[in-house]
């Protein structure tokens, strides 16, 4: 029962992050989409994209699509919004886009046809209109949790707050766009809402906070080499310079914009440029170098028909000319200023009418908006109520699955019932069989360390009877041969002990394997010099072979106990006048270690007795020294320990090889 519980909620979530990816993907592409009819790109001649969307969409519309034919009405709005500015018409275009979308439920849509429509109403001056539509934008576009979404709308209510006289409102919409900007699939959105920021902040008269909002928007409109953004971002931080008085960091950006918009051939902002450079020239009371910018301005004003900066060529011409006591240029350039600043005046007073007009068109069609949403409303409704009998038939439904599913889960815990007891029998009779090998290892491990303390021990009673009891009776050599035979009895004894005590220690995790890095040749070096008394006295050459640093990673004092144990090995079972040479092999992420004698060496079946401690192998050395039979079960247990393998290469009468990897290792191990 759990699971398949756990089956179907896996599957649900899938389904749900699979939709969710889904319906962010499609977001992000409309917006895309959207964004690109307000973007400078060459398009076709207005006619033909109309012509070719009319045709589009009355295929659309023959074929029963739907879908594709709101999406077509809404392209067909925007391309009269942006180019025709046709408002009223773009308003038809938008409302019947909403009614199909409201049909089939598309809430993706919906959002960018609300924004469009916030558009026209921001274009004729109704910004109270706007500000609703955009609100009703944002609420349909919470679900999705799409952060592009989020901002495309934040950065219009900003705009249209700041226009309302909102300002605490706009600053606001503009520092939620901020905190998306990781989020962004178009960061000349987030350029655009530091750009307005930057407005407000110099509306308020902060120069500093609008200058860090310009600079930021300036960076990303490089990092997207959008040289248009760029160029007017230089120049409003040439008039934020200005503003603050400060005329050389004003004309250094001043010229900078200059020289990328002669490279985009924009003749308006030319004209823009060329005006600002002149005005500073005029500032600092040098006319001669103001005048020949303020031609140019004038005459790529004349060239793309931008009325202001001609007016303003002409204004600042006038006061030149007046300043270099050319009277006759500076009252033409004067009656030049005036006709122009006239005839702005009426075209704006056009421009305020024919605003008005579509205003009043515009709120016309309002009535069918506001119509619109209420049969949304109440398809709403209708659509709850479906939905609330559904579910009254899911549920039943569900009940009749749940008794099912019951009856197919008191199967399946009976069965599992049956293979959990299976499997617990199997796993005690596991648990016994580990036992036994255990209580066996136990018990022939005691063997090994009663027989060997044993040996040591009756020594040292016999050679403390023999002392005591006939101490008079004996010479000074036999006294000498007496202590001779009592110290190595009590060096093995030592020996053995020390083993025992590293091997209950790590029997009982008491020793900390941490590893270090260190010289292990030193370490070598160490032990070599360490037992070379022993070894001298069997008149063995001891000698280390391989004098270069070597780091390794390892823990230091279980590797001394190995290197110390195998070559006290290698000097009990070498014969006198014999050689034991210590080397290292350094591989790639290794270190082998090699304790190589001449000694007597052994069979396979010797060798096959070595590092168990399951079975009794102890042999006695060429001097008739006698194993503690520990030694070579802690080395390979020490050396596992570090992550490294022991073995051993030998033939009888030719000596021994014994063998152990260690980590290679430096500072950074």
């Known amino acids: 029962m759990p699971f398949l519980i756990r089956f179907f909620s896996g599957c649900l979530v899938f389904m749900l992050s699979f939709q969710s990816v889904y319906a962010q993907q499609q977001a992000d592409s409309s917006i895309v989409w959207y964004e690109s009819f307000f973007q400078a790109r060459k398009r076709k001649p207005v006619e033909k994209e109309l012509e070719q969307a009319s045709t589009r969409l009355q295929q659309a519309e023959a074929a029963q699509n739907k879908a594709t034919a709101a999406k077509i009405l809404k392209e067909i709005g925007l391309v009269h919004l942006t180019r025709t500015h046709s408002m009223e018409t773009a308003m038809d275009f938008f409302i019947r886009a909403l009614a199909i979308e409201d049909s089939l439920d598309f809430n993706n849509e919906k959002i960018f046809t ?9 274009e004729v001056g109704d910004y109270h209109k706007s500000a609703d539509l955009l609100k009703q934008a944002f609420a349909i576009s919470e679900p999705f949790k799409n952060a592009n979404i989020f901002v495309l709308i934040l950065n219009k209510q900003g705009r249209v707050n700041a226009a309302l006289g909102k300002i605490d409102e706009a600053f606001e919409n503009y520092e939620l766009v901020l905190k998306y900007e990781d989020q962004l699939l178009q960061p000349r959105i987030e350029a655009e809402a530091l750009f307005n920021l930057g407005h407000l902040f110099t509306q308020q008269g902060k120069y500093q ?3 860090q909002s310009h600079k930021r928007s300036l960076a990303i409109s490089r990092s997207l080499r959008d040289k248009k953004s760029e160029a007017t971002s230089l120049n409003d931080i040439g008039e934020l310079y200005g503003l603050m008085k400060n005329d050389k960091k004003a004309l250094a950006n001043y010229i900078v914009s200059l020289e990328i918009r002669q490279a985009l051939k924009d003749k308006r902002a030319l004209a823009e440029s060329y005006n600002n450079i002149g005005v500073i020239y005029y500032q600092q009371k040098k006319y001669k170098q103001s ?11 004349q060239d793309s028909q931008s009325q202001n900066q001609i007016r ?6 006038s ?15 004067k009656d030049q200023y005036l006709a122009i600043h006239d005839f702005i005046l009426n075209d704006r ?14 709120d016309k069609k309002e009535s069918q908006i506001d119509k619109l949403e209420t049969d949304r409303i109440q398809r709403e409704k209708e659509i709850a109520a479906q939905k609330k009998f559904r579910n009254v038939l899911f549920i039943l439904i569900g009940l009749s699955l ?3 599913v019951l009856i197919f889960y008191l199967y399946i815990v009976k069965k599992r019932s049956n293979l959990i007891l299976q499997e617990a029998n199997d796993k005690v009779q596991l648990q016994n069989i580990a036992l036994q090998d255990l209580n066996a290892t136990k018990d022939k491990f005691f063997s090994i360390i009663s027989h060997d303390l044993k040996g040591p021990l009756n020594s040292l009673t016999s050679f403390s009877g023999l002392l005591i009891n006939h101490t008079d009776s004996l010479s000074k050599d036999e006294i000498k041969m007496l202590a001779k035979d009592l110290d190595k009895s009590l060096k093995n004894l030592f020996a053995l002990l020390e083993n025992l005590l590293e091997w209950s220690r790590s029997q009982t995790g008491k020793i900390e394997f941490k590893p270090e890095a260190f010289d292990v040749t030193a370490l070598l070096e160490e032990n070599t010099e360490l037992l070379k008394a022993q070894a001298h006295n069997k008149n063995i050459v001891l000698e280390n072979t391989y004098i270069s640093e070597q780091l390794v990673f390892a823990h230091k004092h279980s590797i001394n106990t190995v290197v110390r144990n195998l070559i006290s090995n290698a000097i009990k079972f070498t014969p006198v006048g014999g050689m034991i040479k210590v080397d290292l092999q350094p591989k790639a992420d290794s270190v082998t270690v090699t304790i190589a004698d001449n000694g007597v060496g052994m069979s396979k079946e010797v060798m096959n007795k070595l590092f168990r401690i399951d079975t009794k192998h102890t042999t006695k050395g060429t001097a008739e020294e006698k194993g503690t039979g520990l030694g070579l079960i802690l080395c390979k247990e020490f050396v596992e320990k570090n992550g490294g393998k022991i073995w051993v290469e030998s033939e009888e009468g030719k000596g021994s090889v014994f063998c ?6 430096g500072a950074n191990s």
């Not at 303003?312 to 011409?317: N, R």
């Not at 024919?354 to 068109?361: C, D, F, P």
């Open 209 to 211: 906070e609008a200058l």
């Open 291 to 301: 005048i020949p910018n303020l031609l140019l301005a004038l005459d790529a004003g």
């Open 660 to 665: 152990f990897t260690v980590p290679r290792g």
């Open 319 to 333: 006061s030149c000319y007046k300043e270099l006591g050319d009277l006759k240029k500076s009252l033409y350039y």
């Open 402 to 404: 749940v008794i099912l």
């Open 349 to 362: 007073n056009e421009q305020q009418v024919l605003a008005t007009e579509n205003r009043y068109v515009l």
């Open 114 to 122: 609300y924004i469009a429509m916030a558009q026209a109403f921001e």
């Open 312 to 317: 303003k060529s002409y204004e600042y011409l």
